[in-house]
């Protein structure tokens, strides 16, 4: 939990001090070229290098994997930290003392801490409690001996409904965090009771083994077989990946992930020799799993139920992670088999010849489709529109080109099958090219001392992106408090990730624009604008027509000429 003040004020003192190309130079062999530096990028394999440092911009950016931002973003992808925590290290490693908490932060890191203790000690309570008969055999049956159930923290929480509540208490832990941490729940009456009874616990931790939250599998015939803490300061179940402390040093020299669903699914591969698998604890894989797993490795092993429901599961996980440009390869098992029973009764030689045999995409969902070609022609529309979320035009093209040989149809007429794009919840548009150059064109192209005059021309809120608008709001806060318009400052006052990768990529993603590029792009916001007023006043002039009101409609009319009247810049 970050203990410091990490105003805007203070992000720019601890961004001036960090020397980006010392920061990337300590992971990245890099030489001048110009005025940048280059090198072989750290997010992904390639023999030529495309990957740029700027440090007057103190920006990084990759044409290959199109990573890029500040140096606060280098530090949070290569060592997985939070923003808080890459700036606490930046910050030591650069001399920049951080001012303490205000009293509010501390409240909600204190109770953070509280939590943290909390769930520590109901840990060792479980623990202490797993080599009873009934969670030992359990265990047992499954392939886990005690000795490894304790090394993987796996414990017990008793039937009595209030063991747990009681043993805290006497430990000091007050009723409102043991609810606040999810171990206890309150009845009707207002009476709380233990939230884990009769069921093996298991403990779920992030990638840097911090306790968040607990599993459980019940023993009897409770509902639900499996329980999970609910959401909860530390935990949001849609953010972490189960599994993560033993395989994030195997990933990384791996390079590649086996993803499963469930528990047991993982822990099993793990025991058989398999570190580098994690789960997504029963939830659909969410955008944030994703975007973890891309900062780790580059392969991701999909590994579900051999189900129906597994197989769909599979598609839709399909989806997220070509979206995310990852190579995906889909280990299919025997429709009645899950990871941790395959493993169980195949063992981990069998497990390894299906890791070898895995699929591709395409190859996937042309196998779900049957072998005849009808099928396969019938399923294509769903195949491409998974296909299509890939961003990676090259690897897109290869695996359109996979799916229409399979189905029995030319490449070149795959086209009439695809679905038209539509932009899904919580999903960026692409940004419209006339946008990206005007961004460029004000940040690169236009000299400083006439940023400002130009930005002011700018009709920020017809604007489609919203990226692009985030941008362009930031640049009026920046020039409101008298600060230059420059690609550097805005690192710190950007508070979205993706907008920052958005700036540190214009010098080399968009063409330089020239004044008179720029000139035609703000004539047709311009006209845009205009539009949008008059069909506004429009609207006012019937409504005032209606309501019989002169004065409104005067006015309206008045507007109305004045507009229809004008032509280029309104400024």
Known sequence: MALYDLSREVLE??????????????????RKAGKDFVGLCPFHGERTPSFYVSPEKGTFYCFGCRKGGSVF?????????????????????????????????????????????????????????VSHDRPRAFLESRGIPLVQAQELGLGFAPPGWRELLEHLQRQGFSEQVLKAAGLVVQGEQGRLWDRFRDRVTIPIRNFRGELLAFGGRALGEAQPKYLNSPETPVFSKSTVLFGGPKAAQAMAQAGEVILVEGYFDCLSLQLAGFPHTVATLGTALSDHHVRDLSRRVQRVFLCYDGD???????????????????????????????????????????????????????????????????????????????IESCPNPVRRYVLMEELARGAGVPVDQVAPFTVPKTTQAGEEPRIPPGELALLRGLLLDTPLERRPQLLNRIPVEELQHPLCRQVMEFLQSLEVSGTPLEISALSTHINEREARRLVAALEYEAPPTSEEGLERILRELWERQRKRQLAALSQEIRRAQAEQ???????????????MRQAGDPH
Do not use: C, W, Y
């Open 73 to 129: 973003d280098f530090v949070m992808e290569t060592q997985h930290l939070s923003f808080p925590e890459a700036v606490e290290l930046l910050a030591k490693r650069f001399g920049v003392p951080l001012p303490a908490a205000t009293a509010e932060r501390r409240r909600r890191d204190d109770l953070a801490q509280q939590i943290n203790r909390a769930l520590e000690a109901a840990q060792a309570f479980f623990l202490s409690r």
């Open 549 to 563: 009101n002169r004065e409104a409609l005067a006015r309206a009319l008045a507007e109305m000429q004045a507009l």
């Open 13 to 30: 003192q601890v961004r001036q001090a960090a020397d980006i190309v010392a920061v990337v130079g300590e992971q990245v062999s890099l």
């Open 308 to 386: 129906a429901a597994g197989r769909r599961a599979t598609q839709a996980a399909l989806g997220v992670l070509l979206a995310a440009d990852l190579e995906v390869r889909v280990v299919v098992l025997p429709e009645a088999s899950d990871p941790d029973l395959f493993i169980r009764q195949q063992g981990p030689k069998a497990f390894s010849q299906l890791l070898a045999q895995a699929l591709g995409p395409a190859e996937f969902l042309l196998q779900q489709a049957g072998d005849s070609l009808a099928a396969r022609r019938k399923l294509l529309p769903k195949a491409l529109e998974i």
